[in-house]
T-cell receptor, first 113, second 116 residues
Framework: QQQVKQSPQSLIVQKGGISIINCAYE??????FPWYQQFPGKGPALLIA?????SEKKEGRFTISFNKSAKQFSLHIMDSQPGDSATYFC????????????FGTGTRLQVTL | GAVVSQHPSWVICKSGTSVKIECRSL??????MFWYRQFPKQSLMLMAT?????????EQGVEKDKFLINHASLTLSTLTVTSAHPEDSSFYIC????????????FGSGTQLSVL
């Protein structure tokens, strides 16, 4: 059972545009939602994370929006750059097993010139 | 952030041989480390949780005799793929939670295993 659903599978955005990736979860016990960025042949790197007690978190060009009632959260990349081209994974975990992340299926982002 | 070093970054081996992958936390201690497997263009699947000084915990469907995990110290965990076969070819990634908060997982750079 896929507990974290991620969409779209792939995304092409022009330089300067906004990239939006969405995730939905089923388990209401999840209380930590990080986003990871992965370049080919490399391990994932933590980008930004949010807890359910806030509806939005912003760090630089990256923003997480969280909708607890809808059990959805999304990543917005403002002013997308070619260097942002990578695969993005959302994830979720439960208190007490915080490091045991359940990952989404990933979104391959390509930012064109 | 914390650094997790994984070695080797890629390995090619013959079918039937064993391959050892090392995962080190460089600037922090990790009593727990996680091993993931990732197929091309797919998500990360947790294989097992490595516990320092005790047996690893394997996820359902992962053969513990096939994927041997040893967590001998607070900074080193190893994954040995025993009697490797072509279907074991995959990208293996380790991770460790930063000691300041168990939630922030730091990942190694991964090991691409190709079994001929």
């Amino acid at each position: 059972q896929q507990q974290v659903k991620q969409s779209p599978q792939s995304l092409i955005v022009q330089k300067g545009g906004i990239s939006i990736i969405n995730c939905a979860y089923e388990n209401t016990a999840f209380d930590y939602f990080p986003w990871y960025q992965q370049f080919p042949g490399k391990g994932p790197a933590l980008l930004i994370a949010i807890r359910p007690d806030v509806s939005e978190k912003k760090e630089g060009r990256f923003t997480i929006s969280f909708n607890k009632s809808a059990k959805q959260f999304s990543l917005h990349i403002m002013d997308s750059q070619p260097g942002d081209s990578a695969t993005y994974f959302c994830a979720a975990s439960i208190a007490g097993t915080a490091s045991k992340l359940t990952f989404g299926t990933g979104t391959r982002l390509q930012v064109t010139l | 952030g914390a650094v997790v070093s994984q070695h080797p970054s890629w390995v090619i081996c013959k079918s039937g041989t064993s391959v050892k992958i090392e995962c080190r936390s460089l600037d922090f201690q990790a009593t727990t480390m996680f091993w993931y497997r990732q197929f091309p263009k797919q998500s990360l699947m947790l294989m097992a949780t490595s516990n320092e000084g005790s047996k690893a915990t394997y996820e359902q469907g992962v053969e513990k005799d096939k994927f041997l995990i040893n967590h001998a110290s607070l900074t080193l965990s190893t994954l040995t793929v025993t009697s490797a076969h072509p279907e074991d070819s995959s990208f293996y990634i380790c991770s460790a939670p930063a000691f300041t908060t168990n939630e922030k997982l730091f990942f190694g750079s991964g090991t691409q295993l190709s079994v001929l």
